[in-house]
């Protein structure tokens, strides 16, 4: 499964996703989760980017950890889809280019395949998630403060995933009242925030199976 990472280079536009659409415009960047279809309409002047990224190429775990990088990859997109939501990422010139020439590089790296451009390619990418997580974290909006909330919330379940989890502590690490959390959760991921746990918890176990040497 690829995560898809557009960056708006130029131009106007308008994205389509599900049955709702939003203009976009230079310096926009978002992401598309796995499976999530969309598109663009009136887009005669669009410039863009579009990098798909591949999660085994990342330390998705290490990335996560970081303020804005759960925001941005997993809970904006989702909350896109909802009618009411239109809280995004935009850029200014100063960050666009420099977007633009970890892009140029990644490219070249590409073409050329000298030796370790594999590695130069993950460490490129890497910065590219980063500087846009940090980007994301200091965007001020009301309903990016949400997403924020949100975030920490995920940030915590990965950091205590071993320990006892309770949906009162959970509420407390949102700021959010129990049925404000549910409902979050309800439309990013379909569950209640417990059930998300133990979901979370599966996949972890999941992974310690295939890539460890651990007793069941």
Request: charged residues 20%.
């Amino acid at each position: 499964a690829h995560v898809e990472l557009v960056l708006i280079t130029g131009g106007h536009g308008t994205h389509l996703l599900s049955d709702a659409a939003w203009p976009i415009q230079r310096g926009d960047v978002f992401a598309i989760p796995p499976q999530m279809r969309h598109g663009y309409a009136d887009c005669d002047t669009l410039q863009l980017s579009n990098i798909c990224i591949d999660a085994s190429w990342c330390d998705w775990n290490q990335l996560r950890s970081i303020p804005g990088f759960n925001a941005f990859i997993t809970l904006e997109p989702l909350m896109r889809s909802q009618h009411d939501f239109s809280s995004h990422l935009q850029l200014q010139d100063e960050s666009i280019v420099r977007l633009e020439e970890l892009i140029a590089e990644m490219r070249r790296e590409m073409e050329l395949q000298e030796s370790g451009y594999i590695q130069s390619l993950k460490l490129r990418l890497d910065l590219l998630l980063i500087e846009l997580s940090r980007k994301h974290g200091q965007n001020s909006s009301h309903q990016h403060e949400a997403l924020l909330q949100l975030e920490g919330v995920l940030r915590y379940i990965d950091a205590q995933i071993g320990q006892t989890i309770t949906l009162a502590t959970l509420c407390t690490q949102a700021a959010m009242s129990v049925s404000t959390l549910t409902r979050y959760f309800q439309r990013c991921f379909g569950c209640s925030p417990m059930h998300f746990v133990l979901q979370r918890r599966l996949q972890l176990a999941q992974d310690l199976l295939r890539n460890s040497e651990r007793r069941i």
